[in-house]
């Protein structure tokens, strides 16, 4: 069992950045594909970004693509998310989760499938004003 919880959220002018943390408790997380997902109020979870095991892969959403950043420390058991040139647009919810299986991150599930994580946090609220 995994446990996930997500920091390092807030409210952040246009153009700031931030950095999400997400730390998990419990087993360790160095065999778990990580992703962030995000969801703006009266709208879907959306996928963010994603990161391999070993953080060697990474995966990214178009609307983040070449802002943001996801990295790991596996020794700290923390998926962190760095945001920069935030936009409004960007305000929501940040999840992370982790994939129990020990699926590789492109491989037989894609890393935008919200269905291949099994554990996810309580979420982050991010808000970007104009």
């Known amino acids: 069992q995994v446990q996930l919880v997500e920091s390092g959220g807030g409210l952040v002018q246009a153009g700031g950045s931030l950095r999400l943390s997400c730390a998990a408790s419990?087993?360790?997380?160095?065999?778990?594909?990580v992703g962030w997902f995000r969801q703006a109020p009266g709208k879907e979870r959306d996928f963010v970004a994603a990161i391999s095991r070993g953080g060697t892969y990474t995966a990214y959403a178009d609307s983040v693509k070449g802002r943001s950043t996801i990295s790991r420390d596996n020794a700290k058991k923390t998926v962190y998310l760095q945001m920069n040139s935030l936009k409004p647009e960007d305000t929501a919810v940040y999840y992370c989760a982790a994939d129990s299986s020990a699926r590789a991150l492109y491989g037989s599930r894609r890393a935008d499938d919200e269905d291949r994580y099994d554990y996810w946090g309580q979420g982050a609220q991010v808000t970007v004003s104009s």
């Open positions: 419990g087993r360790t997380l160095s065999t778990n594909v």
